[in-house]
């Protein structure tokens, strides 16, 4: 079984800074891409973020600029740190990792969310 449990998250002004942390444990084999998605709400989840084993990472364009992903792979860790917040950033924010357990077969694993408010 795989685990993923998110930390961070909370109320700030505009402008203001979170760092969201995610990780995951477990029957890891390995692990491909671990992002972020949100969730206003009445909309539809969003992606907000990834980043593959290699590095490569994947913004929408309303964040580019003003978040970054980073991992640690030794760890299964994944952090976005979210600078110049606006109101709009508001959601619940779920971490997701493409993993196996098993070789050859992969999955979606998401964490319970965590909640972003961005006060104006």
């Known amino acids: 079984q795989v685990r993923v449990v998110e930390s961070g998250g909370g109320l700030v002004q505009a402008g203001g800074s979170l760092r969201l942390s995610c990780a995951a444990s477990g029957s890891i084999v390995s692990i491909a891409v671990m992002g972020w998605y949100r969730q206003a709400p009445e909309k539809q989840r969003e992606l907000v973020a990834d980043i593959t084993s290699g590095g490569i990472t994947k913004y929408v364009d309303s964040v580019k600029g003003r978040f970054t992903i980073s991992r640690d792979n030794a760890k299964n860790t994944v952090t976005l740190q979210m600078n110049s917040l606006k109101p709009e950033d508001t959601a619940v924010y779920y971490c997701?990792?493409?993993?196996?357990?098993?070789?050859?077969?992969?999955?979606?694993?998401w964490g319970q969310g965590t909640q972003v408010t961005v006060s104006s």
């Open positions: 997701k990792v493409v993993a196996t357990a098993n070789p050859g077969v992969w999955y979606n694993y």
